[in-house]
């Protein structure tokens, strides 16, 4: 299973980005799509999931209200539409795919990782 994500860029203090993120592969089905984000010199931070056949999402607080992760099931894709960008959202923005839930979103515990899409926010 391969996942390729994209969207990232550069936007200015209160500007929207869309991250997409595609999975390719076996057809098996998963359970959990999720977003990580890790910003130079922190540790690696969820930021949204969402389940693939419920569509129930899942929030960092720090996102909530401003950021909102969905799925196409039909384009096995995942999406993170991210409005009210910070500085501090400043990031590279990988998407995870689990076959299981993930009690705590724990990063270990996801079975396939995308490369990583870079998103600067600019004040």
């Known amino acids: 299973v391969q996942l390729q994500a994209s969207g990232g860029g550069l936007v200015q203090a209160g500007g929207s980005l869309r991250l997409s993120c595609v999975v390719s592969g076996r057809p098996i089905t998963s359970y959990l799509m999720a977003w990580f984000r890790q910003a130079p010199g922190k540790e690696q931070e969820f930021v949204a999931a969402?389940?693939?056949?419920?569509?129930?999402?899942y929030y960092a607080d720090s996102v909530k209200g401003r950021f909102t992760i969905s799925r196409d099931n039909a384009k096995n894709q995942v999406y993170l539409q991210m409005d009210s960008l910070k500085p501090e959202d400043t990031a590279v923005y990988y998407c995870?795919?689990?076959?299981?839930?993930?009690?705590?979103?724990?990063?270990?515990?996801?079975?396939?990782w995308g490369q990583g899409t870079l998103v600067t926010v600019s004040s």
């Open positions: 969402v389940t693939w056949t419920t569509s129930s999402p």
């Open positions: 995870a795919r689990s076959l299981s839930y993930v009690p705590g979103m724990i990063p270990s515990l996801f079975n396939s």
